[in-house]
């Protein structure tokens, strides 16, 4: 049975079980900050399991792509890890529990699949009873073959969790490790795990407190390489359909055979996974990056690159492993062979820039494992290990997993230290609108809200402050509400929730943004500006329009400008992301390089006249199928129903979306970008202006080029021919000053050259000089070093400069045979005046924060060179 036959023979086993069988959600997870990634098949329904969301139906089927790398060291070594597998489940969010759970489990092993009762096992919770008398009494399982473990207890961090039961197929002793105490739970290969049924009762809380959950639900989780390796009668994953073909083409790019060699065989494997790994991932809208899920992908990518250069292929490789990756998955995700040329394009880029420094940090890692050796040393410093991170890209992962091959660590506390300051940098804010704390809202809401553009009188349902269901919210209060029927437009795809007013008959509610349950039900956050708002009140609603209308211009223009790139740029352009609110619009799409001048111009023109032929806009509801047919571009990331709603813009655009729009490209007005500029690698953004907003930016700019001109005395058609001019007269008086300075410099050189002391054979010229940069006071030093040529000679100056020092040290050959150290002086120097530095015995260069202090430090200078003479 093939990888594809045995995914699809459970879906269809679970659908005749009423199973609603629902597509892989991708692997970047939805509304949930807990997650980096999809790492499990419960995850994406874990508001199901809590009872905070309604599920679309109480049993669901589903074959979910994962990535995990929490123990990522073992690709490769062993037989069944991997970063990306997938997880075949299915779900009971409280509708049937152990007992059919376990049923259908041992129907679909040994009925679908084949395998014989008498070579599986089960395994249970220490204190399981009830699975132990079921799997005895209803399914027959001899009780010798009944395990009971303390671990048996599934979680995956915060949230619903509970004991589990596993089922175990027995390989046979020639897979064993022939110890007379090998059974179910050994760490050999003779027993495999290949499906486990989590009965989830309990939801864990951050501070990891265990409460039992209102209603108990069912999660399986089956690998689908691991029972592909014993259907397909494979010793590992890796030979499987679904990983193999990738080995068997990276064999001939490498010039190997799997299975003639232990190490090649573990990069043969590494490379298979994680080629898996960042094809899915890219093709799930993830670009490598130095945070988060972007940093995942990084590591994945450049760990596979190493493998490939410890089998010699010392070219890129991995954008042809995309073209396998997508042949295996072309009929469970044939978005990847769609996405191809965009993976590839996101894989180039990465390995080149790896590729290009690769070689130069393994080569200063391998000697600085030299010198660890040598020095009978095993951490490598967090200095070192921080350097191979910023200068060469090495994740420190690959630096430890380096030095564990050689049985050295590395001073991760000292790393962490040295990379403090990057990780302190704005991460991407998931909401730039308030939120509030959301209760369990289970059988609180009883009848589905309704979404009425046209509505102004409502009812409220229901009232949440801190995370609580209230009875009333009163003057002076943040609170959110959620009424029966809403006008308001919920923050989504990027769209700024609506503003508006809630008033009642007591009081009024200043609503200042309207979000959505996972479950799509609005609520709107905002203040009671006065009196009271009670449960059950009928109240006036009223979407701020101005901000409504001006939201829908620019989110129009988020289309309009879409399809101009495609046709400007590329079609490999594609939407990364995109903030749309009712001063601007922000849009991040995929290219890399930046936007030319004469491009963005082309861009904004194609806008602009698409406005100007007030092409109309509609929304049409129709079929995924039909969108595609009819050419309707859809985003990276997102999930979308059977049912799927287009705006089109006549034959200019047309784009799967559910927010706001104008009704004519006309009531845009205009369209002004205002910046174009990098936000990652193979990432850009631009920002743009409509309507009033773009009418104000360029009344701005005429602002600034009118009081430019009046400053510069000329008119502003002028302008630009003023400015050349007057950057040529400064271009000359600077040539002119730098003349001056030389000579001001030639004469300080003289100077300093009639005087100098004598130190132990040395002659010494150590003086503070008036030099404005570290380069001249550099050049300075030259200079008299020059005069000192043929003689013992050091030369120490200093310079103040605003509230720093700078610092210089140069040393004749003469001198430094004496055991003179330029490094060594500037040292002992800017320690005196608070600061460091160093450098080689010839030459060196120091900075301090205490210009008070120079006096100080150049006679500190001279003291330390007087101990080294005598030495």
């Known amino acids: 049975m093939t990888g594809n036959e045995l995914r699809k023979k459970f879906l269809q086993f679970f659908a005749s079980k009423d199973h609603l069988v629902l597509p892989s959600y991708p692997l970047v997870p939805e509304n949930d900050p ?18 905070k969301m309604k599920p679309p139906h109480l049993r669901i089927a589903t074959s979910q792509k994962c990535v995990r790398t929490g123990d990522i060291e073992n690709v490769g070594r ?198 898996r790994s960042m094809v899915v991932m890219i093709g799930d809208g993830i670009l490598p990056a130095n945070e988060g899920r972007g940093y995942v992908l990084r590591r994945i990518l450049r760990r596979a690159v190493r493998h490939g250069r410890l089998m010699g292929v010392d070219k890129p490789f991995l954008t042809a492993i995309v073209d396998v990756v997508a042949d295996i998955f072309a009929e469970p995700y044939p978005d990847i062979g769609e996405k191809r040329a965009y993976i590839k394009k996101v894989i180039q880029m990465e390995e080149d820039r790896f590729g290009a420094t690769l070689l130069q940090g393994l080569d200063l890692l391998n000697k600085h494992i030299d010198e660890l050796k040598a020095a009978g040393g095993k951490t490598l410093d967090g200095a070192s290990a921080f350097r191979l991170y910023d200068t060469f890209g090495f994740p420190w992962e690959l630096t430890e997993e380096i030095l564990s091959e050689n049985g050295m660590s590395m001073d991760k506390t000292a790393f962490d230290d040295a990379m403090n300051q990057q990780r302190e940098r704005a991460r991407a804010a998931r909401s730039e ?245 990098s936000v990652g690698s193979g990432l850009r953004r631009i920002e743009a202006v409509t309507g009033g907003g773009a009418l104000e930016y360029i009344n701005s700019r005429e602002r600034i080029l009118t009081a430019a001109a009046a400053a510069l005395k000329t008119r502003p058609e002028e302008l630009a021919g003023k400015v050349e001019a007057l950057a040529a007269e400064i271009k000359e008086v600077e040539r002119e000053l730098a003349k001056a300075n030389v000579e001001k410099a030639k004469g300080e050189v003289q100077r300093l050259a009639d005087n100098p002391v004598t130190i132990g054979g040395c002659q010494v010229i150590s003086a503070e000089v008036a030099i404005p940069d570290i380069e001249g006071l550099r050049n300075l030093a030259d200079m008299l070093r020059d005069k000192l040529a043929g003689k013992a000679g050091v030369i120490v100056l200093g310079a103040k400069q605003g509230d720093k020092v700078s610092l210089v040290a140069t040393a004749t050959p003469q001198a430094v045979g004496l055991g003179a150290h330029a490094g060594n002086i500037v040292k002992a120097a800017a320690a005196v005046a608070g600061g460091g530095g160093g450098g080689r015995p010839d030459m060196a260069q120091a900075g301090g924060k205490l210009p008070e202090k120079l006096a100080d430090a150049l006679k500190a200078a001279e003291t330390a060179l007087e101990g080294q003479i005598k030495k």
């Open 34 to 51: 807990t997650l980096l990634l999809i790492g499990a098949g419960m995850a994406p329904f874990k508001p199901f399991f809590t009872g």
């Open 78 to 275: 062993t037989a069944r890890h991997h970063t990306f597998f997938e997880m075949l489940g299915n779900f009971s969010f409280g509708d049937y529990f152990k007992k059919d759970a376990i049923a259908w489990g041992w129907e679909f092993v040994t009925k679908e699949l084949g395998l014989h009762p008498d070579k599986l096992w089960v395994t249970i919770h220490t204190k399981d009873d009830e699975a132990f008398e079921i799997w005895r009494d209803d399914i027959s399982v001899p009780v010798e073959r009944i395990v009971r473990m303390e671990d048996n207890f599934w979680e995956i961090g915060p949230g619903p969790c509970g004991p589990c039961s596993e089922i175990y197929v027995d390989l046979g002793p020639e897979r064993g490790c022939g110890k007379p105490d090998c059974a179910v739970g050994c760490n050999c290969d003779r027993y495999l795990e290949i499906w486990n049924l989590v009965f989830t009762q309990f939801d864990r809380d951050e501070a990891g407190n265990y409460t039992p959950l209102a209603k108990k639900n069912i999660d399986t989780g089956a690998g689908l390489e691991r029972i592909a390796s014993v259907l397909q009668n494979k010793k590992s994953n890796f030979e499987t359909d679904l990983l193999f073909p990738i080995i068997e083409h990276m064999e001939k790019v490498a010039g190997v055979k799997y299975g003639a060699s232990a190490h090649t065989d573990v990069s043969l494997k590494v490379i298979a996974d994680h080629g």
């Open 433 to 677: 609108n308030a939120r509030i704390d959301l209760p369990d809202l289970t059988g609180v809401i009883n009848a589905p809200v309704v979404q009425d553009p046209c509505a102004d009188t409502a009812k409220i349902v229901v009232i949440l402050k801190d995370g609580k269901v209230l009875a009333e919210a009163n003057d002076g209060e943040e609170a959110a509400v959620i009424l029966n029927v809403t006008p308001f437009y919920a923050e989504s795809g990027g769209q700024v929730g609506d503003a508006g007013v809630v008033a009642g008959p007591l009081g009024k509610m200043r609503v200042s943004t309207a979000q959505k349950l996972p479950d799509g039900t609005v609520y709107h956050v905002g203040y009671i500006e006065e009196g009271t708002l009670k449960t059950g009140d009928t109240v006036k609603v009223a979407v701020e329009m101005p901000r409504h209308l001006a939201t829908a211009r620019n989110h129009t223009a988020t289309h309009l400008l879409h399809a101009a790139l495609k046709q400007v740029v590329g079609s490999h352009v594609n939407q990364a992301g995109s903030l749309v609110g009712s001063d601007r619009l922000r849009f991040d799409f995929t290219h890399f390089a930046p936007v030319t001048e004469p491009e963005l111009a082309e861009v904004e023109r194609l806008v602009n006249q698409a406005i100007l032929d007030n092409i109309p806009v509609a929304a049409i509801e129709t079929t995924q199928d039909l969108a595609r047919d009819m050419g309707a571009v859809a985003l990276f990331g997102e999930k979308y129903g059977h049912k799927v709603r287009v705006v089109v813009a006549g034959d200019f655009s047309k784009e799967l979306c559910g927010g706001s729009h104008v009704g004519s490209t006309a009531e845009i007005a205009l369209f002004k970008i205002v910046s174009e500029a």
